[in-house]
């Protein structure tokens, strides 16, 4: 692999046995899939659980990481809204990733801080000052935030790891394979859509339209045709959130909207698409079924914001909650950024919604979420959400435990005030 | 038998094979605190994948991957090395955190000429594998 000066000089230990090691498995990495060299990154985002002992390896005598770097959502669930927290019954001092890696957070938060990572605890760097441009490549874990900045944003973000997100928080380099190299970016698979009711066409729709989309298309590049151009940021966050989860998506094309996709011929390269594949109802509804593994009607808990909630998300769902009561057999459990949660303050949606008794966090609601462990123990066992993702990851990290129901915003602050899930969109 | 491929991450072992036909992950497949298979089919659940030479399709799954298979590395649970068909750069990064030879993309399906139990040399450095089948049990080290 082609090196330059300056990245012999970080292989050579120049820089520190932190670097050194760093530079050494981006390397690696890259030799394993044929790059020819590294190329500058501009953004990291390192997701809390992580391990000490490799973390230390890593930054070993780094004073500062090279790119913006982010921090994924908080191992602890209960540092947005102490009180309400204990109120639904999560222990304190619960630690997410104490309990599955037995690792010293402490210990961890504090090499972050040296290294300057800025604290945002979210899955949703984008909306809280980590914003890749066009061509940007970066190297985040949680899949979500890197299908997203890769598809909507233009960014080069490709299937990693967290050991390498972190070197290459420390070096400024990443391997020159994947979204990176524009050749590999282009659709694979067209997606055609069937009569679809665009114009209602809620959240959940969007996450079932992309789950099912993950699950045929595995790790192939996609491009969806005939979306409205008008699609805004969270329809499109739920649309390619769940992708990765069904399936192992790089790139989701929506074209109109992603940047490098103003038209279908543009996404495709001008080559034909290797697969078509169309969309319709049935297969909306196959989606929904899939996440759907609850028999009963009677929802204990209701989870939203995986990915952490946008601020206008949280204006919706202060509006439908407005004046009105969470039911008391029921627990709400909304997940945003701190960052947001301050704006949503200032507005006045965090007052509405605690005072319906909704309870906020800035922990993950999806795989890691406290109550997919220790939700059996506390009479948890019917969950409704309006994530693909939550819905996928909290069946399979429960064990089956927990039973999941999956609808629109509406149709979960509906059942968080009356307990029962009814059919409205 | 000697198979020809290419090297995902360097180092010489041999040991007794292990073969998974589904794409492996080191989160939820793996319990990197006793070293155990956590994948539900009768062959491999509860089966001990210390010291063993993992042979499998691909890597899946959580991009923590890595980071259990580094921890099972330190206290001496890992596998010793990985023999897939085509690696991804999660399954990699595992490997080369939890110092495991690797090798890919061989001129024979792994998956079909490997069986578990088979004594393998694993040589990372230049992509070679060699295949010792069980019944030749003297050239198995004692």
Known sequence: MFLTQEEERMLDGDYGPGIQKSTELLVKLGEAFDAKRLVPAQSAHIHCATSLDLLLELTEGATQCRVITTTHPNPYPDVLDPIGCKRIGLPENYDIYEFIHGGPWRQIEDIFKRLGYLLTYTCVPFLVGNLPKPGDVISWGGTSGAVTATSMFGACGSRDSVPANIATSVTGRAPYIGMAIKQNRYAQVLVELDRLDLGNFTNADYGALGYYIGEKTGSKNVVINGLPKTLSLEQFRYLVSPMPVSGATNICHVVGVTPEAWTLAQALGGSRPEEVITVGKDQIKEAVDKLTTAHSGEVDLVRLGCPHCSIIELKDIASLLDGKRVHPNVRLFVATAKQIYVLAEAMGYVDIIKQSGGVFTNTCVGSQDPFNFIGPELGIETVATNSARSAHYSARTSRGKIKLLYGSTAQCIDSAITGKWRAIR | ?142
């Not at chain 2, 495991?100 to 024979?108: E, H, N, S, T, Y």
Request: glycine fraction near 10%; charge should be positive; include cysteine.
């Open chain 2, 1 to 142: 038998m000697k198979l020809k491929g290419h090297k995902i991450n360097g180092g010489r072992v041999e040991g007794e094979a292990i073969v998974c036909n589904d794409a492996f992950s080191f989160v939820g497949d793996f319990d990197p605190t006793t070293g155990n298979c956590l994948i539900k089919r009768p062959e491999l659940e509860g089966k001990s994948l210390i010291d063993k030479i993992l042979v499998c399709p691909t890597g899946k799954g959580s991009s923590r991957g890595p980071l259990n298979a580094y921890r099972a590395m330190k206290v001496k649970k890992s596998p010793k090395a990985i023999v897939c068909t085509q690696a991804e750069p999660v399954l990699a990064a595992a490997a080369i955190v939890a110092n495991m030879p690797m090798v890919d993309r061989l001129d024979k399906n792994p998956l079909e000429v490997i069986k578990t139990g088979d004594w393998v040399k694993v040589n990372g450095d230049n992509g070679l594998v060699e295949v010792i089948h069980p019944g030749n049990q003297s050239l198995q080290p004692k």
